[in-house]
């Protein structure tokens, strides 16, 4: 019966991870979850005409749901807050979403695209920082940063990296903390 003992290992092992998790961090069951409500909150703004889904970018933490990047007015910002409300699961929703009117010429949004690329490196590389929790987006120069992390010591540390690779502008700090 060697497959007994393996099956003993491995719900053992999974108990010993599940029990070593600190509380910031979701389960598995947690992760699942927020990543279904994340593709039901996607797929409401994209089939909603009064939203700009391609340009909304959502994130989500047992259930908090949060919405960055751009929409093209007021009005279609506080309809992508309605929109994320009415997807059930939706525990709470934090509309960080800035409204930018105008479209960008060629060059600006490849400049645009190669200063994104720039900050996720620097947040990749750096210390004190889990780029993987930090969602980078620009816009004209001006750096976004949303998510979710783990203190507010991380929060800061993920601005101070954005705020220090050329060409930025300014950094708008979006992040939440757990």
Known sequence: MPWARYLLLSV?????????????????????????????????????????????????????????????SEDKKQA?????RAVPGVEEVENNLRVVTGS????????????????????????GVNAFDVEVEVERGVVSLGGFVNSSAERRRADEIAAEVEYTRRVVNNISIR
């Open 12 to 72: 053992l092992a999974v108990a010993s991870a599940a029990c070593a998790v600190p509380e910031v961090k979701r389960s598995a069951g947690e992760q699942i979850d927020d990543t279904i409500l994340l593709s039901r909150v996607k797929t409401a703004l994209l089939g909603n005409d009064q939203t700009d889904g391609m340009a909304i970018d959502v994130e989500v933490f047992r259930g908090r749901v949060q919405l960055n990047g751009t929409a093209g």
């Open 80 to 84: 992508a807050t309605a929109v994320a």
């Open 104 to 127: 960008r010429r060629t060059g600006e949004y490849l400049d645009d695209k190669v200063l994104e690329a720039r900050v996720a490196t620097a947040l990749a590389r750096a210390d």
